[in-house]
């Protein structure tokens, strides 16, 4: 055992029995819904009469500490559920665990669930964090007829996105393999299929997304830009259930139901429960007679996912999940480029509620592979595939209004990667990698609520490389009235996982994988000419947050941040390399013959939001201004990604009698993206037989002299999109859906990209009718 491991072990044991020896009476628990068994999350617990209360987390567990000894009433407020109420009596030093089930109200409280969320506001940081749910996603027009988590992150403060093809989304200047997605703690190398408007997730099992654009805290690690930490809920606890969908773009099925049925009457009988989901793209033959206007030959885009879990729930509220996925993809565009992924995986992670201890334990193991290939038609094959585990445990004790939070993560992952660069030479690597990382963060709140400081501390140490690399986090809010709040974030964050693609890129599609590489120049040239020496192989960036919250009135808020991003030290594929790396170009410069190269660079930017939400009207509006730029020893340049102004307006209006209606509408606008220009051809030779070469009357093939690279601007990029559904009431438990809508309402020719060998112009989709109907039962 390493004198590291052993370090971490003692520290872990003396937490955990330094807070385990404060004596104060607790009352815990979980909150669900009575009719499903589904933990209800975000909901306000409280003691009646008292300023004891807490809100319920993602698993709907909930924790109100130091109570003096009594009698109280525990009061349930959530919109759309009738109010509970239950009487319990405690004694000191108890710790007494509760379970709680919420029945659905016909009548809305929407002034209820604003104030449970006021409450968060004021007791939570929430620096660059959007917490999304179901919910929030049908409020978006259903481009292809289903509510998709892609389509959501599009409209997010500081989130680019590239494309309806093959497009990636770019986190305040994150590449994606600089932002971390997890799936019910697994991790998933590629969330997004290549038709930009569907992801690998199933809106439909979703519970809650946390989507961080940056200033994460300690909990988080092994990636510079952002996290995206997504939940999925449970099966249905009481009765068989399910959902069959199908529209002009594809099909879904999701079946759910109890194994072992709970009861909330015997809140100390167990349960366990299955959810499986499976959904396919069948556009490549549906778009040959429906939409013939955008390609004859059909769209080239297919895809199939799968999930399943199984939940075992226990008497006192722990729970084991055990879960699977498979995703796959292909797509195949005409005299470009045919790409082809493959993505699967399984693993679970549980909630441990002891019984005499006020500890609050998770943990989680998973493995999980991704595979991706890409053929040309004028370049060589390209691969790479990636599998690895990762595990954790996570502990946390709640201590009033404060909270203290440690853990534990393990991760290894190999990587197996071929490319070829623009001159034709080969870049490969094979590599085993073992990442090991402790953590710690302290929410302290004072006593008058003013004051939130959240310090915390996460140290990865990259096993592979023999590097350790410790980073500080902090996370402040004052809440300087009850309606106006000012907040910051800042941080350390590292990484060594990076990605491999070309800049020149026609279609961005192929993302490879791999660890930090060794071969790289031993020194880098800043900016002002000066150099320094390259001490390690990882990716490096710091964070720092501003911003301020402002509820306008109790229907409207407005929040706004300033961010920057210094990315100190990032790895990209060398461009201008020529020669191999071996003895016999010994005096090459180090820039011509490593396959990589250091760069920095830095994206800063502001994000302002205004959201409303009153009654049945729902509007969203985002504004990003946004800078990004590389600098490589030799040249600043802009990423292909930044854009410099991003708006986004969404609304929803509920209506007709019944509130069976809804109309929902999205209008997005974006600067155009930088590009590098074609400069000129020529012939180009591959000299394959050496000095011998005929090169006089050999037929070469075409070569390209490009231009200044990312020096001139793609025209400016903008779409609306419209929905309207109905749903029917067709027997208990039966709800029929029927929606129709349309993307890029007004046929708008946004610009995919530039055909440089046949110089023509490819565009994005046109206008895209689509037709939607699912059955609830």
Known sequence: MSRFTRLLILFFMFAGSFL??????????????????????????????????????????????????????????????????????????????????????????KTIDVSAEQQEKQTEIQVSVNKITPKEIKQLPTVGGEPDLAQYLQVLPGVIFTGDQGGQLYIRGGSPVQNKVLLDGMIIYNPFHSIGLFSVFDADIMRNADVYTGGFNAQYGGRISSIMDITTRDGNKQRVSGKVQASTFGAKTLLEGPLLKGDPDKPEKASASYIFS?????????????????????????????????????????KLNVFGFDFSDNVKYTDVATVGWKSNGFGSNFVLVPNNSPVLVEGNFAYSKYSISIAEEAASARNS???????????????????????????????????????????????????????????????????????????????????????????????????????????????????????????????????????????FTERDGSTREIKHNLQKANHIIIGTEFDFIKSISINLEVYRKNFTQLTNMNRNKLYDDIPEYATVPDALKKDFIVETGYAQGVDVSVKCDYKRFYFWAVYSLGFVKRWDGYIEYRPHFDRRHNVNLVGSYTFGKGLNWEIDARWNFGSGFPFTPTQGFYEKQDFQGGINTNYINNNGYLGILYGDLNSQQLPYYHRLDINIKRKFEMFKNGLLEVSAGASNCYNRENIFYFNRVTYSRVNQLPIMPSVNMSLTF
């Open 278 to 318: 499976a959904k396919t793209s069948y556009l490549p033959t549906t778009s040959k007679f429906l939409y013939t206007y955008v390609d004859t030959a059909g769209l080239p885009f297919a895809f199939t996912d799968f999930y399943g879990k199984v939940s075992l729930n226990s008497s006192n509220g722990s």
């Open 385 to 523: 595939d990636i599998n690895g585990f990762n595990m954790g445990l996570h502990f946390t004790y709640f201590l009033g209004k404060n909270d203290f939070c440690y853990g534990l993560e393990v991760l290894g992952f190999k990587t197996n990667f071929d490319f070829h660069n623009i001159v034709d030479r080969q870049v490969a690597q094979v590599e085993n990698t073992t990442e090991i990382a402790a953590y710690l963060k302290y929410k302290i709140i004072t006593k008058n609520k003013k004051f939130l400081i959240e310090p915390g501390f996460r140290a990865p140490y990259y096993a592979s490389l023999n590097n350790f690399s410790p980073e500080p986090r902090i996370g402040m809010k004052v809440n300087a009235t009850d309606r106006l709040r000012f907040k910051l974030a800042a941080g350390l964050y590292s990484q060594n996982l990076m990605s491999a693609t070309s800049d020149r890129d026609v279609v961005n599609l192929f993302y490879g994988f791999l660890s930090g590489s060794n071969n790289l120049q031993d020194e």
């Open 20 to 109: 385990h020896a404060q004596n104060n009476a607790n009352i815990r628990g979980f909150v669900y819904q009575k009719e499903s068994g589904e933990p209800a999350i975000f909901t306000l617990v409280y003691l009646k009469g008292t300023t004891f209360g807490a809100s319920s987390d993602v698993n709907g567990y909930y924790s109100i500490t130091k109570v003096p000894a009594g009698t109280y009433t525990i009061m349930v407020t959530s919109m759309g559920n009738d109010t509970l109420q239950e009487s319990v009596t405690i004694k000191a030093g108890e710790i007494l665990t509760k379970k709680l089930y919420l029945v659905k109200s016909p009548v809305k409280l």
